[in-house]
């Protein structure tokens, strides 16, 4: 299948963008990419480590670099990192040219799958409120998203049809 725009899943970490990412690339053959993992893999350390060593400023600098060259790319599914969206460069690039999808749940779901985790730099010295306050900040800009996917519930594969309906229609219409 070739697709008119790139598909794109934001969300708070935790909110399955890579898991519905890689199942929907495959469902369409089409290319996916996981913008943490395109960055770890190019400065061969994962995420934490680069806050950690590089610091917040040095990531998301080099997230919107990564980022802005993969939205070039035709044809693909992309996962952006739960703080790629905030970038108003970013944002701008995917709400003009790309159909993207926000994955949402319950603040009690996101914080239950994301504290105490090790790989989310962000979580690792936050408390419960700190999360909730965060997801709160987050949905704000979530919310500009072409749709709100609301999770809580659902199979993944539930998801992915629902993904795909979404996508279905909206590409019968343009």
Known sequence: MKLKK???????????????????SK???????DIDRVIENKMNMKVSKIFEIKGEDFFRK???KTTLEILKKKNIV???GGGGFLNRHIRKVIINNHISFWLNWKNQTLIDRIKNSSKRPIAIKSSEIELL?????????YSKAM???????????????KLTNI???KKNNN
């Open 133 to 141: 306050n965060l997801i709160k900040k987050r949905s704000h800009i």
């Open 167 to 169: 996508y279905e229609t």
């Open 6 to 24: 790139n598909i794109v899943f934001l969300g708070m970490m935790g909110s399955g963008k890579t898991s519905l990412g890689i199942l929907f």
């Open 62 to 64: 080099l997230e919107e």
């Open 147 to 161: 749709y709100k996917i609301d999770c809580e519930n659902q199979t993944k594969k539930e998801l992915i049809d």
């Open 78 to 80: 992309i996962s952006l």
């Open 27 to 33: 469902k369409f053959n089409l290319d996916f990419f």
